[in-house]
């Protein structure tokens, strides 16, 4: 009851007491006219009539409003703060101690987190979505990651902290595939998912007394870094297959147009998180958190380690930091580490195992199809006598040569301006690979020479065979009369040739009605 309807109700309940006193007793209509008065029952006027005046009014609640809550966001949630800026404003006329029970009252977890800690901080604080897919090889988690750790640049002129990108089956928590770059791009998330997709790469055996011997990386990703030496030890993961879905953040890299375009070839659904919610995805986020503290915390020059006073890293004297093709090596052995033998405590098992358990049927990948749609089409290009032209500069490709004056589709990693892949606009197969005519691998010229030789050899056959069937053949004469010619086509046999010929064209033509009518002028 407001204090205006308490005085009202008190004025009311007096006059009945006055009237009361000068009949004796009331009437049913002077308590009805009352009740109207006061909008409550006949049963309240005689519950306020034997108190003799109505209950006194309660003080209604303090409760922030919204222009309160603007003010506690604005004084980065400090109470006080607020309550004295409120206070001198005239918007409130209240205890802080009344202030801060509303606080604590009307605040949610979320907004004091927000008024707290700001929007970084207070993303994370609210109800979550645990994604727990029922079956193996339904959804996989992309993501990367830079490395705390500095190592030798390909270069081995300068330090760099690399770039990891990893995907990961949800259900099993396996690393189904791995890449390292420099940084990141298009061409390290195709690479990986490649290497999650299809065959799996084998990483090679390092020997000690090595390490100042291995060839620098000639690309970005970890197909580059490795070279040719991936077959020596098994596979390091256990997953080749297409998922059904693909969990990826806002990242500009994930977002490009080679991803989506591989994506929808191969029918796999994409699933964009919100923008800085790394829980939708934090199946990923833990692998990397684990990678950190049992792999990259075991390096040397650690960026999380022990510093020294003046800020700079307290590494041992020397030791120097690891170079990238070791780097690499050590990354791939601890993935195999994590698939075989590590026992996930939320699984309560190894990754592989786990995912040997499972009975859902998965979707095992083409070949030619990874090859294919895990590459971007960079263009559609005639093949001329020098190749290919690409960004004012010659590809060659020795397996083109049947491709002559024809237009071919041309499909690459992105940042990848050493080789393309070519594949056949009438077939759609795959051609070969063509690469640049200023930097053409020995190998490679010897497979464009041999390649140009086996193909003039066969023109040369093909050629020979059709003169030897066009050349006039006589029988041997035994006596004096004119020989007959041995290879000569009946009429019978050249009219149907010459129908077999010359259908298709008339029909396309629309006069195939007039095939047997002779023209007259």
């Not at 990354?331 to 009975?359: C, Q």
């Not at 001329?384 to 060659?396: K, P, Q, S």
Request: include cysteine; charged fraction near 30%; hydrophobic fraction near 35%.
């Amino acid at each position: 009851m407001s204090p205006e309807d308490w005085e009202l109700a008190n004025e009311v309940v007096k006059d009945l007491l006055a009237l009361k006193g000068k009949k004796g007793r009331l009437s049913r209509a002077d308590l009805a006219a009352a009740a109207v008065k006061v909008g409550r029952s006949q049963e309240t006027i005689y519950r306020w009539l034997r108190a003799g005046a109505p209950p006194p009014p309660v003080r209604k609640r303090f409760e922030l409003t919204r222009n309160h809550q603007i003010e506690l966001m604005a004084a980065g949630g400090h109470r006080r703060r607020a309550f004295d800026r409120l206070t001198e404003a005239g918007e409130i006329d209240c205890s802080l101690r009344t202030f801060e029970k509303a606080y604590e009252r009307d605040m949610s977890a979320r907004l004091k987190a927000f008024a707290t800690h700001g929007p970084r901080k207070g993303r994370f604080v609210g109800l979550r979505q645990v994604r727990q897919e029922p079956g193996r090889g339904l959804c996989f988690e992309g993501d990367h990651k830079q490395a705390e750790v500095w190592i030798k640049a390909p270069d081995k002129k300068s330090l760099i902290r690399p770039w990891v990108t990893v995907f990961i089956d949800t259900w099993s928590r396996a690393i189904a595939g791995i890449a390292v770059s420099v940084r990141p791009n298009q061409s390290t998330i195709l690479t990986s998912m490649k290497a999650s997709f299809g065959e799996q790469p084998q990483y090679p055996k390092h020997k000690e007394g090595e390490e100042d011997q291995e060839e620098d990386p000639p690309s970005e990703n970890v197909i580059g870094a490795l070279g040719s030496a991936f077959d020596y030890w098994p596979n390091i993961s256990p997953i080749n297959h297409v998922p059904e879905e693909l969990r990826l953040d806002r990242g500009l890299d994930f977002m490009a147009n080679s991803i989506a375009e591989a994506c929808t070839h191969l029918d796999i659904d994409i699933d964009i998180t919100d923008a800085y919610t790394p829980n939708q995805k934090g199946k990923i986020e833990r692998v990397f958190r684990t990678m950190q503290t049992m792999l990259f915390a075991t390096m040397p020059y650690f960026t999380l380690g022990p510093e020294r006073k003046d800020g700079s890293l307290d590494v041992p004297r020397r030791v120097e930091p690891l170079s990238y093709v070791v780097f690499v090596q050590k990354v791939l052995d601890w993935v195999r580490k994590y698939n075989f033998e590590l026992i996930h405590s939320e699984i309560g098992m190894t990754p592989t195992a786990k995912w040997n358990s499972g009975t859902t049927p998965i979707r095992i990948p083409d070949h030619d199809d990874l090859n294919r749609f895990l590459l971007k089409k960079i263009a559609v290009r005639r093949v001329e006598a020098r190749g290919v032209m690409m960004h004012r500069r010659w590809y060659l490709c020795a397996e083109a040569d049947h491709e002559l004056d024809r237009d071919v589709e041309v499909r690459g990693l992105p940042h990848d301006e050493r080789k393309y892949e070519l594949y056949s606009l009438r077939t759609g197969k795959w051609i070969g690979t063509a690469w640049d005519q200023s930097h053409l691998p020995k190998e490679v010229r010897r497979n464009v020479k041999t390649a140009e030789k086996e193909a003039r050899r066969e023109a040369q056959t093909i050629y020979q065979a059709g003169r030897r069937r066009e050349e006039t053949r006589w029988e041997a004469s035994v006596a004096a009369e004119d020989p007959e010619q041995t290879n000569l086509i009946p009429e019978q046999e050249k009219d149907r040739l010459l129908r077999e010929h010359e259908s298709p064209y008339l029909e396309l033509l629309g006069n195939a009605e007039q095939r047997d009518q002779k023209w007259e002028g």
